[in-house]
């Protein structure tokens, strides 16, 4: 599987740690061990500075933090700091046929390449820019998805894998040089930049991948081919730092998947990021700020969910990222962190605090072991000190986690809607021994809204919609976590569209009651429009979709 947000934490120095601490001739040269040695950092590549220097931010190479970027002046939110043409992109398979393969717009009308007949063009214009790049690749990309199915190997890694081989060939050929500098994919080389971490991938992942490199460099001209080995390493490449390119119309949809090296490389991830990255037309990224940044701050941004609990997020990013998360958040004492709340069971005494579990050690947390499990000792309230045994503050979470699994087995499998609402609403009733900000609660609130829709209840589904929206924005007020952010602006979205059909129902039955829903469904737009502003900017798509059902509403009130 190839994740769709990227990765790009320098890795600690482990080989220095190990060298100072095996040193069998450590007495001997006790005196001169003792003196500190200068560590020689590698200077940036002029490319990188000069690819950025139109935007407000400021590229640091240090020993603590690797590469990164920081604010170079104090910053309001949305600024665009970094727009990025992919070195490479591809549309995802689900989406194939539906979008151009070179600017990404909707297939009104399909132009197929007759050959690979898996390369989709909206207009003649896009296929004779693509013409130089796809003769090089028509050949394997035909063959990616009967390789992928012989392999167990994703097809779409491979033909990316495919693109980005082809790029580097044609950076060695002669380049137009007064194409604009903005819309230049980022040179191949800057992909060998990126980490691979593949010394840290499953044996068994090298060992597909392997089988699947051989048989698509088969495929090849001589003039993309580069060795198996080295094509495992930019599949692992890929597979850390890769970013996916949402939908203009759907929500939280990527319909294509890219190699962004600039923003891979220092955009960092932060459980409580400052800064999101959004996909334009056209195959490019920009990163945007979500709220105002200090100068000097580091620019950081989420690759997972936000509203997951501290050991759930660290587990994710050590698994899928391959480092530790040592964020501000992260590393923040849990008795004042929002993260206490995430897995929170009330007080049994004072019903105000949560029970205090600590966060997990990397050497636990790399087995797949957590302190809820581990630690058979009592669990102290952060408020008033009272203690409860391990089981005691297990059994809640236990019970909410049967019951969610429950109810999405009734809708995944069954599809019963009615019965996957029923074990949902067990947990998200109000009351009870999980805390309101319990990651359960939300986690069980998005399926029970789409539930009540499907099953028509439009009532229960708009009250589901604002339960979800307030529980967000007291997670930002509560935890300083981000309140502008593409998934909050998709819920206002989501509860306009709920108004909307609430004001259709009541359409020629009860005049009051249409104009009721409509207001409410212009303001929710309203809220979403004041989000999509910040975060994907006023010119973006999915900011000019909601202006356009705001403008809709206001010619019907």
């Not at 137009?176 to 044996?203: F, G, M, N």
């Not at 999101?276 to 950081?300: C, H, M, W, Y």
Request: hydrophobic share 35%.
């Amino acid at each position: 599987m190839v994740d769709t947000v990227e990765a790009e934490m320098d890795p600690v120095d482990l080989g220095e740690k190990l060298d100072q601490n095996c040193n069998i001739d450590a007495k001997k040269k006790k005196k001169k061990s003792n003196k500190k040695k200068a560590v020689a950092i590698t200077p940036l590549p002029p490319f990188y500075q000069e690819a950025l220097a139109s935007y407000p931010v400021k590229l640091n190479n240090t020993k603590t933090k690797g590469r990164h970027a920081v604010a170079e002046s104090n910053l309001e939110q949305g600024i665009t700091l970094c727009q990025e043409q992919a070195t490479a992109f591809v549309v995802r398979s689900e989406y194939i046929d539906q979008q151009c393969h070179v600017c990404l717009s909707d297939l009104k009308q399909k132009m197929m390449c007759s050959d690979c007949k898996k390369t989709f063009y909206c207009s003649q214009d896009c296929l004779e820019k693509d013409n130089d790049l796809h003769v090089l690749i028509c050949g394997p990309i035909a063959q990616t998805e009967a390789i992928g199915r012989a392999t167990d190997v994703d097809a779409d890694l491979l033909r990316l894998m495919t693109i980005l081989m082809a790029r580097k060939y044609l950076d060695t050929q002669s380049q137009d040089e007064t194409k604009d500098a903005a819309a230049r994919p980022t040179p191949y080389w800057c992909v060998q930049d990126l980490i691979s971490h593949r010394e840290s991938a499953e044996p068994a992942f090298i060992k597909v991948l392997t089988e699947a490199s051989q048989r698509l460099v088969m495929e090849m001209s001589e003039k993309i081919q580069l060795p198996v080995d080295d094509m495992v390493t930019l599949a692992c490449r890929i597979n850390s730092n890769a970013h996916g390119l949402g939908d203009n119309h759907a929500r939280n949809t990527d319909v294509a998947l890219g190699l962004f090296p600039l923003g891979a490389l220092f955009f960092n991830h932060g459980c409580n990021p400052n800064t999101t990255f959004i996909g334009l037309s056209n195959g490019q990224l920009a990163f945007r700020t979500i709220r105002p940044v200090s100068k000097d701050e580091e620019l950081v941004v989420s690759y997972i969910d936000l509203y997951s609990d501290r050991d759930e997020r660290r587990q994710e990013l050590l698994q899928s990222k391959h480092f530790w998360c040592k964020c501000k958040r992260c590393t923040s004492p849990m008795e004042k962190s929002v993260d206490r709340f995430l897995q929170g069971v009330v007080c049994s005494k004072c019903k105000e605090g949560v029970y205090i579990i600590p966060a997990t050690s990397v050497e636990h947390l790399s087995k797949g072991q957590r302190n809820l499990y581990l630690d058979q000792g009592n669990f102290k309230c952060g408020k008033c000190g009272s203690e409860a045994s391990s089981d005691q503050v297990r059994k809640p979470l236990e019970s909410a986690n049967k019951s969610y699994m429950l109810g999405m087995s009734a809708i995944r499998q069954e599809r019963n809607y009615r019965r996957g609402a029923e074990k949902l609403e067990q947990i998200t009733k109000s009351g009870g021994d999980l805390h309101a900000l319990n990651a359960f609660r939300l986690n069980s609130l998005i399926p029970l809204m789409n539930c009540k829709r499907h099953n028509g209840d439009l009532k229960g589904a708009i009250e589901v919609n604002k339960s979800i929206i307030a529980m967000m924005e007291q997670y930002a007020s509560e935890g300083s976590l981000p309140a502008n952010t593409s998934e909050i602006s998709d819920f206002w979205q989501n509860l306009g569209e709920l108004c909307s059909s609430m004001a259709n129902e009541s359409k020629g039955r009860s005049s009051v009651l249409e104009k009721k829903w409509l207001k409410e469904a212009r303001a929710a737009f309203s809220h979403a429009l004041k989000v999509r502003s910040v975060v994907f900017g006023k010119p973006h798509p999915k900011t000019k979709l909601i202006e356009e059902y705001i403008a809709a509403l206001s010619s019907s009130l």
